[in-house]
């Protein structure tokens, strides 16, 4: 029942990585979702939120206005630790409880959590293993251009706003390359699975 850690940069082919071991057999506990869902309309997250850093940042809908928010926090490292100080505690709870119940339906399985803040909050956690996707900043700046549609410039300001790629390799038991095909990387993933199995 082994308990992985899947974490990379934007745009370095994490879901690429996440998908394959889902066709493998891996439960995929998604830390984005999570926290999608621990903001969710009316949850006491949301609420908070909106208590710290006014209540426009909920919409008309009841849903919290991202773009919002995310202005508000993007540069500041102080109001982006009051609002991870918000949002983690949650996180972390709701991620246990889905990794518990992904064990309790079946004691042998591989759960992935995809996380990619990983090295921020979660890093001393007691994974059996930390796998990194990586790929070097200038393709993975262009492929935000070319699939997500950003400037050159916002996401080179993406890139710098994240843990340096060195820090991220310097926890990883094992790091995909993601820089070539999707084949490559589908390859090494492949073997990453055969590695987990063997256990």
Avoid at 77 to 87: F, I, S, T
Wanted: hydrophobic content about 50%; aromatic content about 4%; cysteine-free.
């Amino acid at each position: 029942m082994p308990l992985i850690a899947l974490t990379g940069g934007i745009a370095s082919g994490k879901s690429t990585i996440a998908a394959r071991l889902a066709e493998h057999g891996a439960v995929i506990v998604d830390a984005d979702q999570i926290v999608r869902d621990v903001q969710g309309p009316g949850s006491p997250v949301l609420a908070a939120i909106a208590a710290e850093f006014g209540e426009d940042v909920i919409r008309t809908d009841g849903a919290l206005d991202r773009a919002v928010l995310g202005a508000r926090v993007f540069g500041d490292q102080d109001r982006l630790q009051a609002l991870n100080a918000l949002v983690h505690p949650a996180v972390r709870e709701e991620s246990e409880r889905r990794f518990a119940a992904a064990f309790q339906a079946d004691s042998d399985a591989v759960v992935v959590y995809d996380v990619p803040l990983l090295v921020e909050a979660r890093v001393d956690d007691p994974w059996d293993l930390i796998v990194v996707a990586d790929a070097p900043a200038d393709l993975r700046a262009q492929r935000m251009v070319a699939l997500r549609g950003m400037t050159e410039e916002d996401a080179r300001a993406r890139l710098a706003s994240q843990v340096p790629d060195d820090v991220r390799r310097s926890i990883a038991d094992v790091v995909i390359d993601t820089s070539g095909t999707i084949e490559h990387t589908i390859a090494q993933t492949d073997a990453l699975w055969e590695r987990v199995r063997a256990r």
